[in-house]
């Protein structure tokens, strides 16, 4: 199974920004579409964002769109997620997630909602927006 490791969370003001980043090991990494995902207490695990294996599509949830960008670099078996415009409503704890697609459905994005479709997880970091 793949290895995913985030880094990057921390405290931020309202309006400010963050880059997470999420590094992964152990298998093919270009096989695989890479997915963000956030927890905050009482609420249930939803989507952020998704990015193809390729790197050529990607989507957002609404809550999150135009403010947020997600990005791949398959040299360095990374992803980002580059938080601008931050709201108290975005604290939560962030987890990536891996969804293999293989060549078959090259450059092809799961759906965020379905969760089971994401077979490895990192630990999360954690994102605290506050004054």
């Known amino acids: 199974q793949l290895k995913l490791v985030e880094s990057g969370g921390g405290l931020v003001q309202p309006g400010g920004s963050l880059r997470l980043s999420c590094a992964a090991s152990?298998?093919?990494?270009?096989?695989?579409?890479i997915g963000w995902f956030r927890q905050a207490p009482g609420k249930e695990r939803e989507g952020v964002s998704c990015?193809?294996?390729?790197?050529?599509?990607?989507h957002y949830a609404d809550s999150v769109k135009g403010r947020f960008t997600i990005s791949r670099d398959n040299a360095k078996n990374t992803v980002y997620l580059q938080m601008n415009s931050l709201k108290p409503e975005d604290t939560a704890v962030y987890y990536c997630?891996?969804?293999?697609?293989?060549?078959?459905?090259?450059?092809?994005?799961?759906?965020?909602?379905?969760?089971?479709?994401?077979?490895?997880w990192g630990q999360g970091t954690q994102v605290t927006v506050s004054s």
């Open positions: 152990g298998f093919t990494f270009g096989y695989y579409a």
């Open positions: 990015i193809s294996n390729s790197g050529g599509n990607s």
């Open positions: 997630a891996a969804s293999f697609v293989g060549l078959a459905y090259d450059n092809s994005l799961p759906p965020l909602g379905v969760l089971d479709n994401f077979g490895d």
